[in-house]
């Protein structure tokens, strides 16, 4: 499986924005989809996480009730919604996937499969 993420961009404090992770030469169904972020001068951090089969999902405290991860099953795709951003959002995002395994989803070091980053900016 290959992941293309895009959609990421230069957005105002309080906009929004969706992220897309799509999937090439497989499909998602026995996987764990992630978000991670990297800000300047920080490390990697979990943003949220779906599993394919069943939809469950986990979200980092920073972004609950803001961001929402969501999958299509004919695209065999996962986005996130980003809403009510602000300034601390702004970083380099990744998708990621593992086969699922019971292993934590934010763990980052589990997950063998990374897409490219897309730049999310959002000004003050």
């Known amino acids: 499986v290959q992941l293309q993420a895009s959609g990421g961009g230069l957005v105002q404090e309080g906009g929004s924005l969706r992220l897309s992770c799509a999937a090439s030469g497989g499909i998602f169904s026995r996987y764990v989809v992630g978000w991670f972020r990297q800000a300047p001068g920080k490390e990697r951090e979990f943003v949220t996480a779906?599993?394919?089969?069943?939809?469950?999902?986990y979200y980092a405290d920073s972004v609950k009730g803001r961001f929402t991860i969501s999958k299509s099953r004919t695209k065999n795709t996962v986005y996130l919604q980003m809403n009510s951003l602000n300034p601390e959002d702004t970083a380099v995002y990744s998708c990621?996937?593992?086969?699922?395994?019971?292993?934590?989803?934010?763990?980052?070091?589990?997950?063998?499969?990374w897409g490219q980053g897309t730049l999310v900016t959002v000004s003050s």
């Open positions: 990621a996937a593992k086969i699922w395994d019971g292993s934590r989803w934010s763990d980052s070091s589990t997950y063998g499969r």
């Open positions: 779906i599993r394919w089969s069943g939809g469950m999902t």
